[in-house]
């Protein structure tokens, strides 16, 4: 009886060691103004990045439609990011930490391309308005579209500049499903630091995922999200530490 109370106390103690943080929640019906959100318009100053957006963002834009209130992404393919409550350096101390998006499509944008990740960087890269300057920075992400092709879906993980991605190897290959262009759907990312995993998850889609990711030694100080006239119901970044 003793082992078994010493037992309980000690796993009791291993789960209860385990914290999760939330690092970035949004609420758009109160941030109306998107405050602390970086696009190509609002990053630079004659070229040099800016600790904080000197303006709002030039085209996406907070939406009320059927009585909820979104982020309407504008008609461009560059990226929106938003720092992170506090940075997060991959080491010994994390297990894992997790994007999790509510989202759908407009019908009517130009392609049907998702971008979602976490980064080094903090705002978009000046040179195309992506999440990762080409040949710099570090972090996990994914592209993907509704259409079943496997060239353009896939997740992927960078360590100063290198991509390594994974593709599924069957049919469907499309990471998101059709219905993203009518309906809201939920998807999230992980990245598993303890199990050195990526993993991308959406409702009614199988899951993708990446083994042997190694981010050690990173620090994510941001997430990015596409324009593309998608729109953003809620958004939300955890992180679990030991």
Known sequence: MKKLFTTTVFCAAVFLSAAEQTLFKSDFKKDRDLKGWYD??????????????????????????NGEFILQGGKSHMVLTHPLAKPILVNDNL?????????RQNPKSRTTLIEMGLTSRLQPAALDGSGFWRGRDSGVALR????DAQAPNFIYWRKEGGDNKKFRSTRPYNLFPKKTLTQWINCSM?????RKMLSFH??????????????KGVQLNSFFINQNSNE???????CITK
């Open 202 to 215: 959406c409702e009614g889609q199988q899951p993708l995922i990446y083994h042997n990711v190694d981010l």
């Open 190 to 194: 992980t990245y598993d630091h303890e």
């Open 40 to 65: 190509t318009h609002n990053s630079y100053y004659q070229g040099t990045p800016l600790s904080k957006p000197k303006s709002k963002l030039r085209f996406s834009k907070v939406v009320e439609k």
């Open 95 to 103: 297990k894992s930490i997790t994007l999790k998006i509510t989202m």
């Open 144 to 147: 993907g579209y509704t259409t």
């Open 232 to 238: 953003y119901k809620d958004i939300e970044v955890t």
